[in-house]
């Protein structure tokens, strides 16, 4: 077993996205993916692979997504098919739609894929699983069975051999089966620690959620590579003469300071919740370096928020990055200045481990039916008709500084003077906000429960409630972690700066008319990220 220090891998990852971001990727691919996935799914006689990965000496790739299928993994065609005569799975592209699609590394570098398939044993169907299945021999030539391509040119992260795979009946022995969460015996009898098939799958997903937390790093350091070109050229370039014939510096017009400086404390807000975020995932996922499993409710909470801050960061990037180009003028738009390669290799993040707005459903499933580890195994109808036998009455526990935090609320409960920029009325609107939107939505999800009523149509007609809910939740992760920050700042001058950044990003995170839910029990409710633009409930 080799113990790495999972927090430190994510930061060193973060650090890189200063430099280059296909090397990031083939690197997060390498080492995050592919390395994460046989090291969390598989067991012993898998991680002796380990050091070879690391060492690059077993160049891999992660072959989870298809044509037919990306975000809806459940859903996945290709087909592992075990054979008890010769102890060997067959792994096999039924059709088109089944062949892996955009998967990083496979059209020229790797050996080897972690193959997502549906598993077949004894003619029955087990759902996704996870095996090691050798791509390329010795000379480079894909292996026998094997087809290849490569996916051309993309919009952005071309350092990156993005390629296709498809499987015609290609034999793996039965050991390649990484076999963490399920085992299958020569007989062909399959056995799991997990009885609840989805259960069982979304614990095997849980265990790679370092790729989604080094995402959301990797767009935090993007954008502030961004920001932080934008702003030094801002400060020096000159454009129309004031009344006293000087030039004027861009960032002394107050609408340059404003497309720039509440984009720049929001990317304060960002890393403060995903160093947060970093510590909690360190935390909760030290037991599996042991061998052991992780708390149950605090990996769902992790989860839920790794999903939350992924969405929120990356979207924020893809925003930022395309208004610090657009603050350069033409210069922005020259490859020389950066800005051009930052907007085109992180305008991905948003879809790719895990698409945003599907994450963002998600966060709000795990809000509606709490962190119980009775309703881990839910599916979103599961989860509606859960939603319907309660309102959910507790927004999620506090994130961060929990006692400071609840300290600030009560005291501008208490009174009701207090200032728009007091910390403990922003912290207390936004609670209100989340708990409003969570008690409107699960009142609305009860309809489902009507005689003759349509799940599907129910929750898609609040569709757009839901991802405003997730957007609330993870907009309050952000302002906790931001308070607790400055309340942890040694320095009480960066302290008292840092304040004055919070207030811009908290007054300002919108960038689009802020929302008002109906009922709101307060006049003015602090903003939605401006990622999505869901009509109000
Ligand atoms: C450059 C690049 C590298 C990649 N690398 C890898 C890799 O190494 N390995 C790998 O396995 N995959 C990889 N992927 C695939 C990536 O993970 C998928 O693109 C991603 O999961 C989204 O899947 P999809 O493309 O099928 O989009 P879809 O799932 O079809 O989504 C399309 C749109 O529909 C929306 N949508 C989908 N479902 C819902 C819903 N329920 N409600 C509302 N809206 C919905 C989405 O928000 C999205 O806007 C890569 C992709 C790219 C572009």
Redesign the pocket.
């Known amino acids: 077993m080799v113990v790495a220090t999972w927090g430190a891998s994510v930061t060193g990852f973060e650090l890189l996205a200063h430099a280059d971001l296909s090397l990031l990727v083939k690197a997060g691919?390498q080492w995050g993916?592919f390395g994460g996935a046989v090291e969390n799914l598989g067991t012993e006689h898998h991680h002796e692979l380990i050091p070879r990965i690391i060492d690059l000496r077993l160049p891999g790739?992660?072959?989870?997504?298809e044509t037919g299928?990306?975000?809806?993994v459940q859903s996945l065609g290709t087909t592992a098919t075990y054979d008890a005569d010769t102890e060997e799975f067959v792994v096999h592209t039924p059709d088109r739609m089944a062949r892996?699609?955009?998967?990083?590394?496979a059209a020229q570098d790797a050996v080897v894929a972690v193959v997502f398939a549906q598993l077949v044993t004894n003619g029955e169907t087990h759902g996704v699983h996870a095996l090691l299945v050798p791509i390329r021999d010795e000379s480079g030539q894909p292996c026998r069975g094997v087809t290849i391509e490569d996916c051309g040119w993309?919009a952005g992260?071309n350092g990156?051999d993005?390629g296709r795979l498809s499987f015609g009946g290609v034999r793996v022995p039965r050991d390649a089966l990484l076999d963490r969460y399920a085992s299958v015996a020569a007989d062909g009898t399959y056995s799991s620690p997990i009885d609840n098939a989805n259960w069982r799958f979304f614990t095997m997903l849980g265990t790679l959620i370092r790729g989604r937390v080094s995402i959301a790093a990797g767009a935090g350091a993007a954008t502030r590579t961004a920001l932080t070109i934008a702003i030094r050229y801002g400060e020096r370039r000159r454009q129309f003469k004031a009344p006293d014939g000087s030039e004027v510096v861009l960032l002394d017009y107050r609408v340059h300071q404003r497309r720039l400086l509440p984009k720049l404390a929001r990317a304060y807000a960002l890393a403060f919740a995903q160093n947060e975020l970093i510590a909690r995932m360190h935390d909760v996922q030290t037991p599996i370096q042991t061998g052991g499993r992780p708390d149950e409710h605090a990996q769902r909470e992790l989860e839920a928020r790794a999903a939350g801050i992924k969405a929120l960061a990356t979207c924020h990037a893809t925003r930022t990055i395309q208004e610090c180009r657009e603050a350069c003028g033409g210069a922005g738009y020259l490859s020389e200045n950066r800005l051009p390669e930052l907007k085109a290799d992180t305008d991905?993040f948003t879809?790719?481990?895990?698409?945003?707005?599907?994450l963002l459903?998600l966060v709000a499933k795990e809000l509606l039916v709490g962190y119980g580890s009775e309703f881990a195994g839910l599916d979103t109808w599961g989860m509606v008709r859960f939603a319907t036998r309660q309102i959910a009455e507790t927004v999620v526990e506090r994130t961060a500084a929990r006692d400071l935090i609840q300290r600030l609320i009560d005291a501008a409960r208490r009174d009701d003077s207090s200032e728009l920029l007091g910390r403990g009325w922003q912290l207390s609107i936004i609670e209100d906000r989340e708990q409003h939107l969570l008690d409107t939505l699960a009142r609305r999800l009860r309809r489902a429960t009507h005689d003759n009523a349509d799940s599907f149509a129910v929750y898609n007609a609040a569709?757009p409630h839901v991802l405003r809910l997730a957007v609330a939740h993870v907009e309050r992760v952000v302002l906790e972690a931001f308070v607790a920050s400055i309340d942890g700042c040694p320095d009480s001058g960066a302290a008292e700066l840092l304040g004055a950044v919070c207030d811009l990003s908290s007054s300002s995170t919108a960038g689009s008319p802020p929302p008002v839910p109906r009922q709101s029990p307060r006049p003015w409710t602090s903003g939605a990220s401006g990622c999505v633009r869901a009509p109000r409930p």
Do not use: R
């Open positions: 691919v993916l790739c992660f072959a989870m997504t299928h990306g975000s809806d892996k699609d955009y998967i990083g590394g993309k992260l990156v993005n991905v879809t790719f481990e895990g698409d945003n707005t599907v459903q569709q």
